[in-house]
C-alpha cells in the first residue's frame, strides 16, 4: 500500500493554524489580547502512537497578567476524517491523542 491522499503510509502531519482574536475588552485600554507566538505548528502522528499520548502544546502570550487563554480546535462544515483523533485540553493548550491509530485509519484518508 503506497501514499494515500498524500500521506506516507503509517503516519500523517498534523498541521495547525492558529488565529488571533481581537482585543479582549475594553477595559485594558490599549491592550491588542491574546496572541500566538507561533501561526503554525505541524508534528508528525504515528501508526500505533497510543491513545492518550501528548502530541504538541500551542503557546499564547498574554498582553496583561489577568488574561487567561481558553484553547479550542474548530472544524468546518466538513470537518475531516481524522478530527476525531484528537482532543484539546482547553486551559493548557496540549493536543492529545484520543485512540490508537491503527492503519485502516489511514486507509479512509
Known amino acids: 500500500m503506497g501514499p494515500t491522499r498524500g500521506f506516507p503510509r503509517g ?3 498534523l498541521v495547525l493554524l492558529l488565529w488571533c482574536g481581537e482585543p479582549i475588552s475594553s477595559t485594558h485600554p490599549g491592550s491588542n489580547g491574546l496572541y500566538f507566538p507561533q501561526n503554525e505548528y505541524s508534528e508528525t502522528v504515528y501508526l500505533g502512537q497510543p491513545a492518550g499520548s501528548p502530541v504538541l502544546q500551542v503557546h499564547a502570550m498574554p498582553d496583561t497578567a489577568t488574561e487567561r487563554p481558553h484553547f479550542y480546535l474548530c472544524t468546518t462544515l466538513e470537518p475531516p476524517l481524522y478530527s ?8 493548557t ?4 491523542m484520543n485512540r490508537t491509530l491503527e492503519e485502516s485509519d489511514f486507509a479512509q484518508l
Do not use: A, E
Open 93 to 96: 493548550g496540549v493536543l492529545y
Open 84 to 91: 476525531n483523533w484528537f482532543h484539546l485540553d482547553v486551559s
Open 11 to 13: 503516519n500523517i502531519l
